[in-house]
T-cell receptor
Framework: EDKVVQSPLSLVVHEGDTVTLNCSYE??????LLWYKQEKKAPTFLFML????IEKKSGRLSSILDKKELFSILNITATQTGDSAIYLC??????????FGKGTRLHILP | NAGVMQNPRHLVRRRGQEARLRCSPV?????VYWYRQLPEEGLKFMVY????????ESGMPKERFSAEFPKEGPSILRIQQVVRGDSAAYFC?????????????FGPGTRLTVL
């Protein structure tokens, strides 16, 4: 059965701190891995990773995939209160199914 | 520049009633996906549809749930004889075509409450 495990489940840090969110997966017919940010509405797309070892960056966020060890990390540097959200890791299969983890609930204290 | 539209945003039903959830994909997108998010849980895949076809319904409960994506009009997720356990947020996503390079764009969700 396909499995996605995110850790930690929740995290509270102070503004300005750097955080690392982890995602490990076991998925048959793996094609790519997506990261989403979910606030009080629908998830919004952050990154799609298809190749190992290539870091993707967007401002203070970055992410990398290790297809051999079956995990990905999402880094956020210089966190701000607006980064408070649930971050979802979601492997995508070759038949276009996305399997979501339970997410990491991140809370940034001012 | 409309994204995925879902309506209603909030739906309240009594046990035994029917719930109909609508999803209009991004203009030009022909692939629609439905997900359910139970309280304190991640999103779970339910069904994947293309126009007039169900491609993958492996995540749909066997009874009471059905989905369609007609040639014209929105995709509909239908839940018959709702029970309290159906209370959840239901998200629809769309993509333009199949392929690893296409991400899915999510709608705002419909929050179903069953009394």
């Amino acid at each position: 059965e396909d499995k996605v495990v995110q850790s930690p489940l929740s995290l509270v840090v102070h503004e300005g701190d750097t955080v690392t969110l982890n995602c490990s997966y076991e998925v048959t017919n793996f094609r790519s891995l997506l990261w989403y940010k979910q606030e009080k509405k629908a998830p919004t797309f952050l990154f799609m990773l298809t190749s190992s070892g290539i870091e993707k960056k967007s401002g203070r966020l970055s992410s990398i995939l290790d297809k051999k060890e079956l995990f990905s990390i999402l880094n956020i540097t210089a966190t701000q209160t607006g980064d408070s959200a649930i971050y979802l890791c979601a492997p995508k299969t070759g038949d276009d199914k996305i399997i979501f983890g339970k997410g990491t609930r991140l809370h940034i204290l001012p | 520049n409309a994204g995925v539209m879902q309506n209603p945003r909030h739906l309240v039903r009594r046990r035994g009633q029917e719930a109909r959830l609508r999803c209009s994909p991004v203009k030009g997108h022909s692939h629609v996906y439905w997900y359910r998010q139970l309280p304190e849980e991640g999103l779970k895949f339910m069904v994947y549809l293309q126009k007039e076809n169900i491609i993958d319904e492996s995540g749909m409960p066997k009874e009471r749930f059905s989905a369609e994506f007609p040639k014209e009009g929105p995709s509909i997720l239908r839940i018959q004889q709702v029970v309290r356990g159906d209370s959840a947020a239901y998200f629809c996503a769309s993509s333009p075509r199949t392929g690893t390079t296409d991400t899915q764009y999510f709608g705002p969700g419909t929050r179903l409450t069953v009394l």
